[in-house]
Structures are given as C-alpha cells and as structure tokens.
C-alpha cells in the first residue's frame, strides 16, 4: 500500500496543502512547529479514521474554521486505486469517512484495510515506560490485524468506564451495589477474557518477528523475548475457557477491594508485557543502545506482522526519528527501512538524507514551512 498523493484543508496549520508523494522516502523537512508532524497526523486519519494524537478532532480544525478535510489516493500492493476522503464539522461534530465516494457507515471496519507503522521518539516509551505504553502498543498492533478485537476493546473500555462508575458510587455512598454490577461483570468478563486470549496468542506469535528483527541489528548473543503477564493468574492450561473461568473467580476474589478503592482490578486494562534480553527484563537492567534496538526491532517486526496480517504493506511514519540518532545509525537506519516501503520521514536536520537517497521519482524531499509544502 502507498498513498500516491494527499490533500489536507484547514487540517491544523495547513489552510491547503497537496503533496505528490514517492512511493518510497518521502523526507519532510522544517524547523519545529512548521507543519511537518501534521501532516503525519493526517496520514493517521486515513488509517485509524483518527489522530494518533489528539483524543479529539475538533483541535484538528484549523483555528478560525469550520471544517478540515483530507483527501488522498492510495494504491494497494496489487495496483488498485483507492480514493478517501475524510471530513469533520466543527459545528456538528460529525464525522465522514469516505471510500471512492462511499461513505463509510462502521469506522471500525476501515481499520487494518490501510497499516501503519508510527515511530516517534515518544513512543520510545514502550520500553521505558509502565504497562500502559505496552498494552498501547499491542492495542494498536491487534486492532489493525483483527477488527474484532478492536471492537471488543471498544466495547471492554465502555464497561470498564461504567462499572469504575458503579464502584465509586458505592464507595461514596456507602452501599453495597453487587445487583447493579451483576451485567457489567458479565460483560466484563465475556470482552476482557477475549481480550486477554487474543492478547496471548499475539505475544507467542510476535515472539519470532521481533527475534528475526533484532537479529538484523544486532549480533545473536542477545536473545530477546516477551511475555505476557496477565492481572490474574489464567493457569497452566492454554485452554482459552480457563481465561473465562480465572476471571470469573478473581472478580468475586477481588470485590472487597474493588469496592474500598471504588475502581476495576480485574482484567485486561491491568496486563503487563514483559519484554527481556536473554531472560532479564528490559525495564530495569537494559542500556540506553538495548532499549533503542528493542523498540526499533518491535517496529520492524510489527511491520512485516501487519504486513502478513493485513495482506498489505504497512506505510511507514517515522516522526523526528533521526535528529536523535548519529549519522551512523541514521544512514543504518535509512537503508533498513528504504527497501520495506512508502516511508514518511520528518526531521529538522537538511543534511543527513542527501549522503544516502538519491531524489526523484521515488524518493521524494519537501520542506513544510508555516503549515505550506514547497518542493525542495
Ligand atoms: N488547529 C490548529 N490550527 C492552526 N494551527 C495549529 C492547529 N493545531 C496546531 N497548529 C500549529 O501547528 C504547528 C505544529 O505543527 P507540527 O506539525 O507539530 O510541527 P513540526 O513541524 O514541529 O512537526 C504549531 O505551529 C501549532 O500552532
Ligand atoms: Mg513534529
């Protein structure tokens, strides 16, 4: 999959801007706060139907306006044309997804059709960071191969919201609300247990994608693995039932807590994923250079998993990636990632992309100033 050209109206600071893009590099250049991430971000729109970002659309509109639109032209790895279009009201909060002039009616099933993968010196986090920073990673990573995990984490997440209301209500009032909480542990259960199965069975599957992607950095002497922790106990039996069943007991286990504290103990939004180096986990005995190849090793391997799930190459954003890195490892990084597919790369530094792209057709160079694309 690439996008052959995009369009952004009044999408944050760009009033109007068109690129033409390579079907390989596309190196976006600019000092900080021209534009250039933005347009990343619009990227994102065409992909998850939303920012990666913003929790909210109505910041995307540009200041003063009413509506911001997106429209681009994707060709999928087998030559079909796609055309979208996005737009969101200010004054209606409606949103419209488009494909070839259709509209889309269930959001969540655009999701997958068009991958990402999305680095940024934030996310780096994902190893450095607690639990949520993983979990974020494998929520992104599931719900973009299998559509109907990200509708039960949608759904999970609503429950999840009303039954820490349900709790808190009853700590404040001090009753006992087990009746009111009875369908919302039903469902609780029946999400967060297929949750936590699919979560499973991702960490056995992704162990070898990130295995075969740290063994292209990196000499083998450094195993690296994961391993998924659930909040609960699920026992030895990989049998998906026991998940539903553990769950079930840990909830009536926990609900004196759950009621002092007035918030959900139990279930998927408490997992951790361990990530290790030959068996010692990364977050605590890692250096800087094992942290930076873990988290690079995870993208190239959530790449070619996206890649085989969603039978489609994954379009490649890397957002200020490379003004951290030295020029060795820049250009290292440049020819890992310039055979896999369509990239988007920003940065503030000119010079490093010239000494190993050439430019034209395929590799594309522009410079965003003040929410405007010039060609360079
Ligand atoms: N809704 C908006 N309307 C207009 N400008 C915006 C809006 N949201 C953000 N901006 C502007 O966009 C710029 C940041 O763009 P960004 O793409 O993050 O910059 P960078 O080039 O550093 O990646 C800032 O100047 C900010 O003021
Ligand atoms: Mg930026």
């Not at 044309?81 to 009616?105: A, C, F, M, P, Q």
């Not at 068996?279 to 605590?284: F, I």
Request: aromatic share 12%; proline share 2%.
């Amino acid at each position: 999959m690439f996008i052959e050209n995009i369009r952004l109206k009044n999408f944050r600071n760009h009033a109007d801007s068109y690129l033409e893009c390579g079907d390989k590099a596309n190196i976006i250049l600019g000092d900080n706060g021209e534009g250039k991430t933005n347009l990343l971000e619009a990227v994102s729109y065409i992909s998850l139907t939303k920012s990666f970002y913003a929790s909210n659309d109505s910041v995307i509109v540009n200041i003063g306006e009413t509506i911001f639109q997106i429209e681009a032209n994707m060709v999928s790895d087998n030559g079909i044309k796609t055309k979208i279009h996005i737009g969101y009201d200010l004054t209606t909060g409606e949103k419209v997804y488009s494909i070839n002039n259709r509209r889309i009616e269930k959001f969540s099933s655009v999701i997958g059709k068009f991958p990402i993968v999305f680095l940024s010196p934030e996310n780096s986090n994902i190893t450095f960071g607690g639990p949520a920073e993983r979990r974020k990673f494998l929520d992104l990573v599931l719900s973009q191969s299998n559509q109907t995990y990200f509708e039960d984490l949608s759904e999970y997440r609503k429950v999840v919201r009303h039954r820490n209301k349900i709790l808190n209500d009853a700590k404040f009032h001090k009753n006992d609300p087990i009746a009111l909480l009875e369908p919302w542990n039903e469902q609780l259960i029946r999400f967060g247990s297929r949750i936590m199965v699919r979560r499973r069975n991702f960490v056995n599957e992704f162990q070898e994608y990130i295995f075969s992607a740290y063994k292209k950095l990196v000499d083998l002497r450094e195993v690296p693995s994961m391993e998924y922790e659930p909040s609960f106990k699920t026992g030895n039996s990989e049998k998906d039932e026991m998940v539903f069943e553990n769950f079930k007991t840990e909830i009536d286990r926990k609900y004196k807590e759950e009621l002092r504290l007035g918030s959900t103990l139990v279930g998927p939004h408490r997992d951790e994923i361990s990530f290790k180096i030959n068996g010692l986990e990364l977050r605590k005995f890692a250096s800087q250079g094992q942290h930076k190849t873990f988290f690079v090793a995870l993208k190239i391997g959530e790449f070619f998993y996206l890649k085989e799930r969603c039978r489609e190459n994954p379009i490649l954003l890397l957002d200020d990636v490379f003004s951290e890195l030295d020029d060795n490892r820049a250009q290292q990084m440049l020819l890992l990632i310039e055979n896999l597919n369509q990239t988007f790369i920003t940065s503030t530094n000119f010079d490093i992309f010239d000494k190993v792209l050439s430019f034209g057709e395929k590799n594309k160079k522009v410079i965003v100033r003040n929410g405007k694309i010039a060609i360079s």
